[in-house]
């Protein structure tokens, strides 16, 4: 998510044609490769929920505290 926001601030504009295809085939290729290290080690999805979950949990009990 926060990558969006990111690319959506960035000024592709001032590249040429060339770059702007190599800057795509470079997100694309990583997304890729990206995906099958995701698949080929299940337990970082798992570790990443964990972390997620607490934090969650933590926002929450400050929220309970704060307000």
Do not use: C, W
């Amino acid at each position: 998510m926060a990558e969006k926001d990111v690319e959506t601030k960035l000024d592709t504009s001032v590249l040429n044609a060339e770059q702007q295809e190599k800057l795509r085939q470079f997100k694309i290729k990583t997304r890729i490769d990206n995906e099958k290290y995701m698949r080929a080690h299940p337990e970082v999805e798992v570790l990443v929920g964990d972390f997620l979950r607490s934090v969650f949990v933590l926002f929450k009990v400050l929220m309970q505290f704060y307000y």
